[in-house]
C-alpha cells in the first residue's frame, strides 16, 4: 500500500499543474489591471457630500440617484475637476501613472459622493426638489447579496472553466498514460461458481487438466520434490466446444484469481501498445498468484511470422514477440498458469508451441453419442420438460452439434413452447427447433400442384435410394414443406457413431444425393434446377475421395486439393503439387464415380417405380412423413447408419 500511495503522489501532482498554471495566470491578470496598465479617462467625479450641496445650490445639478448611503448624478454643465487655479495649475507638474503616463484634467459629466446616513440630512430631499433635480431612489428591500453575486459572476464563471480545462487536460494526460496497460476482466475464485460439473462431453480434455487444479491447489508438494508444471496450456478444438467454459470452470475447480482477456485486445493502431499490455497482464496475474491467465482467440495476435505476400503487420509481429518472451520469463516457483484457446491452431507461430510455452495442447473436438446425452442433461436442468421427450433420440438426432449447438436447441425448444402456450417442452417442439435450426424457419410461399409435383418426386427419390441401400443412413422423416432455401429435405437418422467411412459408405451418400435428380428423370422426363445443392455436395465428396483419400484409380496418393488455406498468399506461392495431366486424370475419376452412382441410382428406382408413384403421392397429401408411415409403404430399411441431411429442391 505504501508503494502504491508513493506512486498516486505523483499523478496527484501531475493533475494539479495545469490547474495551479491557470491561477497564476488569472492572477496576474487580476494584478495588472490593478496597476492602471491602461491609462482611462474616469467618466465619474468622486466628490464631497459638502461639494454635492454647492453644486446643487448653483444649479448645476440635473438628476441624482440615490442608493442606501451612495448618491451618484449629472451635472447640467460639465466641470474640470479638480478644480484649481491657474496658478496652481502652471506651477504643479502633469500627474503620471505607475508607467509615466501623462493624466491631463478631465472634463467630468458625472458625480459620485456618498451619503451620511449616521448624521441625516432632512434639508436634502426639499432640497433638490427646491432646485428642479429629478430624483431616483432605490428600493429598500433591494438584495445586496444578489448583486455582490452578479458583479462576481463573471469572475466565477471564468475560474470554472480554467478548472474543467485543467481537469480534462489532467485526465487526457492520465488516459495516454494507461492506454498501454492491459484491461482483462478478472473473476476471484469465489465469483467463478463454474466447476467440471457443468462441462460435460469433454471428459479427456477435464482429465488433462485436473493436474493443473492439483497444482494450483498443492502447489508446494509439487516444488519440494522438483517438479515444474505446465505453465502453457492451449486448448484446440471448433467453435462452441466449450473452450472458454472449461477454463472458467479450471478456476472455479482451483479456487483462485482468473484474469480473461481477447487476444484481439491487445493489438492496436499504434506500434509498441500491444507489447505494453502483454507486459502489464502478465504483471498482474503474477501480483494475484497463484492464478489463472487466459487469452482467448489466440490466433488474432499469435499467426505464423513470415508467411504469405502481403506485408507485415508490426504491431502484431511486436505483440506476439512479446508474449514469447513473457512465457519465457516466468520463475519455475511461479504459480501461474496460461490457458488460451483457438479454433485454428495450423495458423499458430511454432515458437508458441515449443516445450516451455505451451507444453499441453488440449484438443476438444465434437461430443459423441454420450457426450451429446450429458450435455442435453445439463442444459434441461432448467426446462420444464414432458414425459415424451426422450434425450437418448435426442442425442442420436443431434450428430455433429458441438456444446453451443446443442444449448442453443435447448432454448429454442423452450421458446417454441412458449409461443405456442404450452406449460411444458414436448417432443414437438424439439423437432420443430431441431428444422429451425438445420434448416430454417418455414416459408409460406404459393406453389402450384405441378411445383409440389416435382419437389415430391424429387424427395420420395432421395427417400428411396436411402431406404433400399444397405450402406445408406436410415431414413428418418421426408418432407415437401419450405424451410430456408429448401423446398424440400429428406433427413436420415443415425444407428450409431462412425469416426472412419468407409468406400461403400461413401458410395452409398454418393447415390442417395443423385437419387433426386435420377427421379425427376424416371417420373418427370426432364431435370429441374432443384438438384443444384446435391450435384455441388456429391462432386466436393468425390473429389476429396480421388485426392484425399486415395478411393480412385490413380491409387494410394494425396494430393493439395479443394483445401482451405489460411495463408493464402503463402499457397499461392508454393504452386500445385500436380501436373495438369494428372489434374485431368483427377476430373476424370470424380466423373466416374458420379456417373457410376448415377447409375445405381436409377437402377434402384427404376425397378421400385411403383413405390416412387405411391410414396411421391402420399408427400403431395401429406407433405411430411415420418418413420413409421415410411415403414408402412416401403418396408423396413436394411440397416441403420450414421444422421445425415439431404436437401432437396432449392429455391
Excluded at 459572476?153 to 495516454?176: K, Q, T, V
Excluded at 452409398?508 to 417420373?523: D, I, S
Amino acid at each position: 500500500m505504501e508503494s502504491q500511495n508513493k506512486k498516486e503522489e505523483p499523478d496527484k501532482l501531475l493533475r494539479l499543474r495545469p490547474l495551479l498554471i491557470w491561477l497564476l495566470i488569472l492572477s496576474g491578470l487580476l494584478i495588472w489591471n490593478g496597476l492602471n496598465f491602461w491609462p482611462k479617462t474616469p467618466s465619474k467625479a468622486s466628490i464631497t457630500y459638502s461639494e454635492f450641496i454647492e453644486q446643487l445650490k448653483t444649479d448645476n445639478v440635473k438628476r441624482v440617484y440615490i442608493d442606501e448611503d451612495k448618491i451618484t448624478g449629472a451635472f447640467e454643465i460639465p466641470i474640470i475637476w479638480p478644480r484649481k487655479s491657474e496658478e496652481d495649475q502652471t506651477a504643479s507638474s502633469p500627474k503620471t501613472s505607475f508607467f509615466s503616463k501623462q493624466i491631463e484634467p478631465a472634463e467630468y459629466k458625472e458625480f459620485s459622493t456618498v451619503f451620511p446616513q449616521e448624521i441625516g440630512d432632512s434639508n436634502l430631499l426639499p432640497l433638490l426638489e427646491k432646485h428642479g433635480v429629478t430624483v431616483e431612489v432605490k428600493s429598500i428591500s433591494s438584495n445586496k447579496f444578489l448583486t455582490l453575486i452578479l458583479s462576481w459572476l463573471p469572475l466565477a464563471l471564468l475560474f470554472i472553466f480554467f478548472i474543467w480545462m485543467s481537469s480534462n487536460i489532467a485526465g487526457g494526460r492520465n488516459g495516454a498514460f494507461k492506454f498501454g496497460r492491459s484491461r482483462p476482466r478478472r473473476y476471484s475464485g469465489d465469483e467463478s461458481k463454474i466447476t467440471f460439473d457443468d462441462v460435460a462431453g469433454v471428459e479427456e480434455a477435464k482429465a488433462q487438466l485436473q493436474q493443473e487444479v492439483d497444482f494450483l491447489r498443492n502447489p508446494k508438494k509439487y516444488h519440494d520434490i522438483g517438479a515444474r508444471i505446465p505453465r502453457g496450456v492451449l486448448l484446440m478444438g471448433p467453435p462452441g466446444t466449450g473452450k472458454t467454459l472449461l477454463a472458467k470452470a479450471l478456476a472455479g475447480e482451483a479456487s483462485v484469481p482468473f484474469f480473461s482477456i481477447s487476444a484481439s485486445e491487445f493489438v492496436e493502431m499504434f506500434v509498441g501498445v500491444g507489447a505494453s499490455r502483454v507486459r502489464d497482464l502478465f504483471k498482474q496475474a503474477k501480483e494475484s498468484a497463484p492464478s489463472i491467465l487466459f487469452i482467448d482467440e489466440l490466433d488474432a495476435v499469435a499467426r505464423r511470422r513470415g508467411a504469405g505476400m502481403g506485408t507485415v503487420n508490426d504491431e502484431r509481429e511486436q505483440t506476439l514477440n512479446q508474449l514469447l518472451v513473457a512465457m519465457d520469463g516466468f520463475d519455475e516457483r511461479e504459480e501461474v498458469i496460461v490457458l488460451a484457446a483457438t479454433n485454428r491452431p495450423d495458423v499458430l507461430d511454432p515458437a508458441l508451441l515449443r516445450p516451455g510455452r505451451f507444453d499441453r495442447q488440449v484438443v476438444l473436438g465434437l461430443p459423441d453419442l454420450i457426450g451429446r446425452e450429458e450435455i442435453l442433461k445439463i442444459h434441461n436442468k432448467k426446462l420444464k420438460l414432458k414425459s415424451d421427450v426422450d434425450i437418448k433420440l435426442l442425442a442420436r438426432s443431434t450428430t455433429g452439434m458441438s456444446g453451443a449447438d446443442l444449448a442453443n436447441l435447448c432454448n429454442e425448444a423452450a421458446i417454441v413452447a412458449a409461443r405456442d402456450n404450452h406449460s411444458e417442452v414436448t417432443k414437438s417442439d424439439f423437432e420443430e427447433a431441431l428444422d429451425n435450426i438445420r434448416l430454417g424457419e418455414k416459408r409460406q410461399i404459393l406453389l402450384d400442384q405441378n411445383q409440389k409435383r416435382v419437389i415430391a418426386f424429387h424427395e420420395a427419390g432421395h427417400a428411396l435410394v436411402a431406404w433400399f441401400t444397405p450402406e445408406a443412413d436410415e431414413v428418418h422423416k421426408v418432407t415437401i414443406i419450405p424451410r430456408g432455401q429448401a423446398l424440400g429435405v429428406t433427413e436420415q437418422l443415425p444407428g450409431r457413431e462412425q469416426y472412419n467411412y468407409s468406400l461403400s459408405y461413401l458410395v452409398a451418400r454418393l447415390e442417395v444425393m443423385l437419387g433426386g435428380r435420377t427421379a425427376e428423370e424416371l417420373a418427370l422426363g426432364e431435370i429441374t434446377t432443384g438438384a443444384e445443392n446435391d450435384l455441388v455436395e456429391a462432386t466436393q465428396l468425390a473429389r476429396r475421395m480421388v485426392t484425399r483419400w486415395g478411393m480412385g484409380e490413380l491409387g494410394l496418393i494425396a494430393f493439395r486439393a479443394d483445401e482451405e488455406h489460411p495463408f493464402l498468399g503463402y499457397e499461392l506461392a508454393k504452386g500445385k503439387d500436380y501436373s495438369e495431366e494428372t489434374a485431368s486424370s483427377i476430373d476424370r475419376e470424380v466423373r466416374r464415380l458420379l456417373d457410376e452412382s448415377h447409375q445405381k441410382a436409377h437402377n434402384l428406382l427404376s425397378t421400385k417405380r411403383e413405390l416412387l408413384d405411391k410414396l411421391a403421392s402420399m408427400l403431395l397429401e401429406e407433405e411430411t412423413i415420418g418413420r413409421e408411415e415410411l415403414i408402412k409403404i416401403l418396408g423396413a430399411h436394411p440397416r441403420p447408419g450414421v444422421l445425415q441431411k439431404v436437401k432437396g429442391t432449392e429455391s
